[in-house]
């Protein structure tokens, strides 16, 4: 029989601005058990997503933003943490990898277009060259996995994608090499960050062919169901 649990995924994702009300939620209660999957989109401090990892007991999968808010690591992080660790305690970069959850691929895209020669900024070049390997992986893993039942799949970035939410000016400009991205590869969501909203119950949903695209600024539900997917600030 098949497992359609597999293709449901409840995610937080988080972005650009520590959340004083999500802070207070996982102080208050048990919070662990509501998402299965916390994405952070970039360019929050370091210690905010440790707090998260600790406050949840889960992993937090990651993207940079074009700011580096991040400390030296820290040495007495939980040892549940150590097989994951990368530059965050208690987080896993994104970028640059592939990485299996249920019935999904979820990849990565740190930084923003290039705009002053700070790191973590890309020229579009640069990042259609990124596009171009995750294509080519990807499409290996398909191959690898022929009779596996199908991956969906899920990206995280902090830029956004050109023309979906973005803005004129050089920094906030969306990449248009993520417009060949979900062409070619057809996820089904697509999560970033970058952009700032008024606050953290404002939306910013959009669709492209059939991969919705969200701006995740502060923090949001994300339910995928299938190819449905809803994005919302209660939780």
């Not at 098949?2 to 996982?26: G, P, Q, R, W």
């Not at 889960?58 to 074009?66: A, D, H, L, P, Q």
């Not at 969200?214 to 169901?225: A, D, G, H, L, R």
Request: charged share 20%.
């Amino acid at each position: 029989m098949k497992d359609n649990s597999l293709n449901k995924l409840t995610i937080l994702a988080v972005s650009d601005k520590e959340s004083n009300y999500l802070k207070s939620v996982i102080a208050s209660r048990n919070f662990k058990n509501n998402f299965e999957l916390i994405i952070s989109c970039g360019d929050l401090h370091q210690n905010y997503i440790t707090y998260l990892a600790d406050g949840t007991n889960k992993i937090i999968y990651y993207v940079n933003g074009n700011h580096n808010y991040y400390l030296p690591p820290r040495t007495n992080f939980k040892n549940r943490f150590k097989l994951e660790y990368n530059s965050i305690p208690g987080g896993l970069d994104l970028h640059n990898k592939i990485i299996p959850f249920k019935n999904f691929l979820i990849c990565g895209f740190s930084g923003s277009k290039l705009y002053n020669n700070q790191p973590y900024q890309y020229s579009e070049k640069k990042i259609y060259w990124q596009v171009l390997k995750y294509y080519l992986r990807i499409k290996w893993y398909r191959l690898l996995h022929l009779f596996a039942a199908p991956k969906k799949i899920i990206v995280i970035s902090h830029a956004p994608v050109a023309g979906y939410g973005d803005q004129p000016d050089p920094c906030h400009s969306g990449f248009k090499a993520f417009r060949f991205f979900i062409k070619k590869l057809k996820p089904v969501l697509w999560l970033h960050g970058h952009i700032h909203l008024k606050d953290f119950t404002s939306s910013a949903v959009y669709k492209f062919k059939k991969t919705t695209i969200v701006n995740v600024y502060e923090f949001k539900k994300i339910t995928v169901k299938q190819n449905d997917v809803k994005a919302e600030y209660k939780i």
